[in-house]
């Protein structure tokens, strides 16, 4: 297996600025664990991260004070389980920043299992906001670490491996797209890694306002769409007016296209275009399911080009990229039939 880090011109940058053993290694690790064909061992969703324990926790509390699930068992075990994670990476936060608040979050996980008595879900209410309160704070701290990963003395190299976790799971949470971030490194050059503030800024950009353009394929018409989408606008396929960006490079994709299309625009706040492409499909394919609800034989698709168009910056078209291989094998040939409509869920959302 290949990975981007190893590129030419990633190495030229970091040769060219002379980066310390520390540096690098941060910065090969970071983009390594971000790659999305890493081995799972090396991948982010393998990562320890104090944010993601905490987020899981908050989840699992707010989901048995709604509905009672996970139950009573399992919700202790995924909070000893959090509170555990939290403790891993005290020594990481007491060093980097953020040590007071991070002890104060391994003390409430770990205080929550032995207060869950009696009435449970009203604890669990009361106690949901307490743990979701910790997450902003520490992940303000992570976002620092930066600087003292950058310019401070050399760090064990277990807390640098957790720092390197933690920064690439909050990088993830905050939808920063992967590949996304390993162009900016070679547009940028060695500006990117000229300091701390320059690392920071490529990993977490100023969120920008983006217009995503697609070709929905199945109708001509998509009636009352802005009421579903605020903001979304939408022109028929070679109109001579069309209000929706990129009508021009959408129209040439949609040539092939022998049935009926729309084109349908939409607002989006994002790190990047093509986080902001993934925020869009996701929204629109969540808008024609009512559409579908609303006409069941009808098949409404989103197709695989899509425009993105921000202030001052010229149309980027991106076009939905797809795993193939030889031989596909399932997982198992026995699931049982009941599983089967949560495998079809998993993969539609897969789809989407």
Known sequence: MRYSVWDKEIRD???RRQLSHQQRSFLEGLLLCLEPGAYLSEHVSTANSTVVALTRAHQALDGHAAG????LGLLKRCLRTAASTVAAGLPAHQVLGGGQQATQAHALLA??????????????????????????????????????????PALPPDVLARARGEVAALITLD?????????DLIRKGSRAVHDAASITAVLWPPLRSYHVAVVVEGAHQLEHLDQLLSGARQSPLHAPRAITVGAKELTAYAATITGP??????????????????????????????????????DLSVGRRAVTAAVDTRLEQHDLTSTSISIARPRTTHWPVSLRPALRSAHLAAAA
């Open 175 to 183: 939808g920063r797209d992967p590949r996304s971030l390993h162009v």
């Open 111 to 152: 205080s929550l299992p032995s207060l869950l008595t009696g009435t449970t879900s009203k604890a669990a209410a009361a106690y949901a906001p307490q743990v979701h309160a910790q997450i902003g704070p520490i992940a303000a701290h992570i976002r620092t670490w930066v600087t003292s990963l950058w310019d401070g």
């Open 68 to 71: 009672g699930q996970p139950q």
């Open 13 to 15: 940058n970091f040769d």
């Open 261 to 298: 299309a729309v084109m349908v625009d939409l607002p989006v706040t994002a790190a990047d275009p093509t986080t902001a492409v993934v925020r869009a499909r996701r929204q629109i394919s969540e808008a024609l399911d009512q559409y579908a609800a609303g006409q069941r034989l009808v």
